[in-house]
């Protein structure tokens, strides 16, 4: 099981590299239901996109061992729950996004508390394992 959660982790970190490299080169017009802004939107935009590769790529590389990078893999997931606050923040500010971005706050919601819970869950079955090994007497010759 911490097979699974650590390749929907390096999964979960290729998107956003995805993400933020199609920001980077795309600029503003890959938002769906977007328009044209200036040049200090734009850079903003491929700034912000930049941050989110290295979201990515730190989270990819965390989930290459998660229980020896548990501090900064739970950092990245209080800073992706933190964003779907930033959401919540926005539609009350300005209103709702285009259906893909409440979808997506969802998920930055959802998916941090998830993939903790699933994450700890897998550190106390491995104890348990432990244990278990530990406890059992030694085979015979």
């Known amino acids: 099981m911490s097979r699974l959660l650590s390749v929907l ?10 993400i933020g490299l199609g920001h980077i ?18 850079s903003e935009d491929r700034f912000y996109a930049t941050l989110f590769l290295g979201f990515g790529g730190a989270l990819m590389w965390c989930s290459r061992d998660l229980q020896n990078r548990e501090t900064l893999f739970g950092g990245l997931l209080v800073t992706f ?13 300005v209103g ?6 409440i979808f997506l706050g969802a998920l930055e919601l959802g998916l941090p ?10 550190l106390r079955q491995q104890v348990s394992d432990l244990q278990l ?9």
């Open 25 to 42: 080169v795309f600029g503003p017009a890959i938002i769906p239901g977007s328009i044209p802004v200036n040049a200090t939107m734009d």
């Open 133 to 141: 090994t530990a406890s059992q007497p030694p085979a015979l010759k």
């Open 113 to 122: 508390p998830l993939f903790w819970c699933w994450h700890r869950f897998t």
């Open 81 to 93: 729950f933190l964003a779907g606050i930033s959401r919540i923040v926005s539609a009350i500010a």
């Open 9 to 18: 982790i390096m999964a979960f970190g290729f998107v956003c590299c995805l």
């Open 96 to 101: 709702w996004p285009n259906h893909l971005f």
